[in-house]
């Protein structure tokens, strides 16, 4: 018995036929150029000539007249295999191009996991909005179990039960402190000669110019310096710790702490959290010493300000206060950029592109609440009369 299907398609001559022997047994034939582009029969034409045929108990290939083929090929074999197994019908594979055979053995060395195919289907709006709202919950018991969790570490540091490397430590110390150093110098200095800049320009129309060291000393004091060098930290401390969390997440580092009984709170967050609560007033001070310097080259350059003139209306304007606040910004900020990268670092999925996220997400989290927490200081600094 045979059965044929030919492509009508000009820029092709695929053909399949099928011959149904005595016994039961099938050969599949195969010739032509069976590409995507050639836009051959497929596993539909040979499945349909196989059933035209009857019952059989195996099938064979004989493909020594093909003259190309590629994933199509390969693809629509693939699926003649499954259906005949589904069947119970043996299949050789003996006449199949040696390319061919070893492309396939590949696809079927593994079973397909169940479940491993994505769903099509459409959920309905109630079932994202419930979906949305689970993980939302998830998120933030995760989020206030995190927070929990490096409570009682810090709080086992103070009395002095936290189990850490102080390698770590130092490496971390070294990081957030001497290495941000550069990033810090220059924004800090720009940061004060724009204040001064725009400040001179208003300031000249009322021949106001002394005044800019009051603008600059004071801004730099309470907001800037704080908000800068926490917005720099974020983006390359933050950064950085969800990076590595991350990578050891993806390791399987983290676990395998775990497992061993180490504590991952206080011998990977804990160091991170400490080297940034040292460091940020330090680099806060630095950077109002750095912005205040910015704002006396442009006092003396361009205003005409004496250095001695700009030192005395800088002093009188600032106090311990303004410093106070400034620092005690620093230590909160520090506090928000440790614990949001060592959060998504420590959320992040197993794969590269999640660690590249959480580093995204590390960085976006830190500068959106170190901007809300700054207007909170401003609300109740006012209320309180400072």
């Given at each position: ?50 059933g ?116 770590d ?28 800049f ?10 106001a ?17 704080a ?26 580092e ?24 040292f460091?940020m ?54 506090v ?9 670092g ?5 794969s ?18 170190i ?11 006012s209320?309180?009369?400072?």
């Amino acid at each position: 018995m045979s059965v044929a299907m030919s492509d009508v398609d000009n820029r092709s001559n695929a053909d399949v036929t099928f011959q149904k022997g005595a016994d039961g047994v099938g050969i599949v034939t195969v010739s032509g150029a069976w590409t995507l582009r050639a836009d051959a029969p497929g596993a539909a034409g040979i499945l349909s000539a196989m059933g035209a045929a009857g019952t059989l108990r195996s099938i064979g290939f004989e493909a020594s007249g093909l003259t190309g083929w590629d994933s199509t090929f390969v693809t629509a074999a693939l699926q003649v295999i499954a259906q005949c197994k589904a069947q119970d019908i043996e299949v050789d594979q003996s006449g199949l191009p040696a390319g061919a055979q070893r492309l396939i053995a590949l696809a079927t060395a593994v079973p397909e996991r169940q479940g491993a195919r994505r769903s099509r289907s459409q959920d309905g709006f109630f079932v994202r909005v419930g979906n949305a709202t689970i993980q939302t919950y998830k998120g933030v018991l995760d989020t206030v179990t995190f927070l929990g969790e490096a409570t009682i570490a810090l709080a086992r540091f103070c009395v002095g039960r936290a189990k850490f490397r102080r390698v770590d430590l130092m490496i971390a110390l070294e990081a957030c402190g001497p290495k941000a150093l550069p990033i810090v110098t220059l924004i800090s200095v720009l940061i004060g000669l724009i204040l001064a800049f725009v400040g001179a320009i208003q300031l000249r129309q009322f021949g106001a110019q002394l005044y800019v060291a009051d603008l600059v000393a004071i801004a730099m004091a309470r907001e800037m310096a704080a908000i800068m060098t926490g917005i720099i930290m974020s983006g390359r401390t933050g950064a950085a710790f969800a990076a590595q969390l991350g990578t050891m997440q993806v390791n399987e580092e983290i676990d395998a702490f775990r497992t061993l009984g180490f504590p991952p709170m206080e011998f990977l967050v804990l160091p991170r959290m400490l080297a940034l609560i040292f460091m940020m007033p330090l680099l806060c001070i630095y950077a109002n010493i750095l912005g205040i310097l910015g704002g006396a080259i442009v006092g003396v350059g361009m205003l005409g300000l004496t250095p001695t003139e700009y030192y005395i209306q800088t002093v009188n304007s600032v106090t311990l206060v303004d410093f106070g606040i400034g620092v005690f910004k620093g230590v909160v900020f520090g506090v928000v950029i440790a614990l949001s990268g060592c959060l998504k670092g420590i959320q992040s999925g197993r794969s590269a592109s999640a660690v590249g996220d959480a580093a995204t997400a590390a960085v976006v989290m830190s500068i959106v609440l170190i901007i809300v927490l700054d207007g909170l200081f401003a609300v109740v600094t006012s209320l309180i009369g400072i």
